[in-house]
Structure formats: structure tokens, C-alpha cells
């Protein structure tokens, strides 16, 4: 079973909808969660990490739920520049070790 | 600034050749990485190395033989490429301090096509 599930998508939403992405992760002892974006043949860049809270950064809100062992991300109000593709990453055992999904597609359309 | 700068960006070469790719970070972070990102896109963890002591190495065959000379550098070298091999390769670094610990910094990646 792979350390970091998440649907591939792709998810195509018009400009202004809110769409939301979930990821699972296999293994409990993860400490650290986080949302990275990656544009077409870039590199991955931090989107926000996630605490246990819950936060909330503009029009992104990220969530963790620890008993069911899975982490969202909820965008409001789409922008075209949000189309990337969004990688969950989970952190284990220590601060050397992160997991990544294998990502989910996100197509927003004028 | 590049921040994690690695080279060379795009390598085409054939089966059985021996590559290497170098990355350097000025960032001053203890730990670097090498992550293969593959046709599915799937970014898959090789060689982690924290100051210059290899900590993470996930079943790479043998062939991939990554080197620290220093905090701030961590080289891959890889001999006899098999077609297999093709992919995008990134180098990372994170720190194990500070406000941005448990962050990476990516490179822009290597491409290599093994024909």
C-alpha cells in the first residue's frame, strides 16, 4: 500500500468554484502534513503546510484529521492560475523522510 | 539567487553511458535529497543525506551512487543507464531548524532521456 494516497483527477471546475482535494496516508506515526503545487514541468513549491487545527491561508483552507488518517484542501473562488498540479506530503518519524501523492490535476476554465 | 541549483537541466544520452548530475544550495540547510519523479508524475524519494552523512537511501539499484562533498552539494552519479532510468530528477535541501523547518526547496530538475 502506498504512504500517500490521493485521487489523480483531473478535477475541471469553472473560474470562481470551490473545489476540494483529499489525500489519505497509511501510516499513523506521520508527523508533519503538508500541500505542495507543482505547474507543468516545474518543480514542486510549498502551498501551505497543515496543522492540526486546521489553517486557513486566502482562499485555501487546509484540513487534518488524525483518527481517519486523511488531509484536505478546499480552494474558494478558483483563479485560472490555479490550475497545477496539487501533491500532498507527509512527514514520518522525523524531519528527513517526506512522502509524497502521486498528485491531483486541477483544470480551471474561463 | 537560485536558491537549489542543479545541472545540467536536460540530458539525452544512450544505454550503457555513465551521467552525473550536480546540485548546490546556498541556502545553508543541513539536509538534501534526490527525488525521481517519473512518466506518472509519481516523485519518489532516492538518497537523502544530512551534513554530508548519507540517512535514506530507498532501495536505488546500485548503479546510482550519490556524493556529499560538502553540506551545501550533493552529486548523482548513475552508470550503465537503462532506458528505465529516463525521468525528471530532483535535487532538494531542507533545514532542520527554524521557521521553515520541515519545508523543501526543490531545484528546477534534470531531465534525462536514456535512448
Known amino acids: 500500500r502506498k504512504e500517500v494516497e490521493q485521487d489523480p483527477g483531473p478535477f475541471n471546475v469553472p473560474e470562481g468554484a470551490t473545489v476540494a482535494f483529499n489525500c489519505t496516508y497509511s501510516?499513523?506515526?506521520?508527523?508533519?502534513f503538508f500541500w505542495y503545487r507543482q505547474d507543468c514541468r516545474k518543480e514542486p513549491k510549498l502551498l501551505m503546510s497543515?496543522?492540526?487545527s486546521g489553517n486557513e491561508d486566502g482562499r485555501f483552507t487546509a484540513q487534518l484529521n488524525r483518527a481517519s488518517q486523511y488531509i484536505s484542501l478546499l480552494i474558494r473562488d478558483s483563479k485560472l492560475s490555479d490550475s497545477a498540479t496539487y501533491l500532498c506530503?507527509?512527514?514520518?518519524?522525523?524531519?528527513?523522510?517526506?512522502?509524497f501523492g502521486s498528485g491531483t490535476k486541477l483544470n480551471v476554465k474561463p | 539567487d537560485t536558491a537549489v541549483s542543479q545541472t545540467p537541466k536536460y540530458l539525452v544520452t544512450q544505454m550503457g553511458n555513465d551521467k552525473s548530475i550536480k546540485c548546490e544550495q546556498n541556502?545553508?540547510?543541513?539536509?538534501m535529497y534526490w527525488y525521481k519523479q517519473d512518466s506518472k508524475k509519481f516523485l519518489k524519494i532516492m538518497f537523502s543525506?544530512?551534513?554530508?552523512?548519507?540517512?535514506i537511501n530507498e532501495t536505488v539499484p546500485n548503479r546510482f551512487s550519490p556524493k556529499s562533498p560538502d553540506k551545501a552539494h550533493l552529486n548523482l552519479h548513475i552508470n550503465s543507464l537503462e532506458l528505465g532510468d529516463s525521468a525528471v530528477y530532483f535535487c532538494?535541501?531542507?533545514?532542520?531548524?527554524?521557521?521553515?523547518?520541515?519545508?523543501?526547496?526543490f531545484g528546477e530538475g534534470s531531465r534525462l532521456t536514456v535512448l
Open positions: 497543515v496543522y492540526s
Open positions: 532538494a535541501s531542507s533545514p532542520t531548524s527554524g521557521p521553515n523547518t520541515g519545508e523543501l526547496f
Open positions: 506530503v507527509v512527514n514520518r518519524d522525523n524531519f528527513n523522510k517526506f512522502y
Open positions: 543525506y544530512n551534513n554530508k552523512e548519507l540517512i
Open positions: 541556502l545553508g540547510h543541513d539536509t
Open positions: 501510516n499513523s506515526a506521520s508527523q508533519s
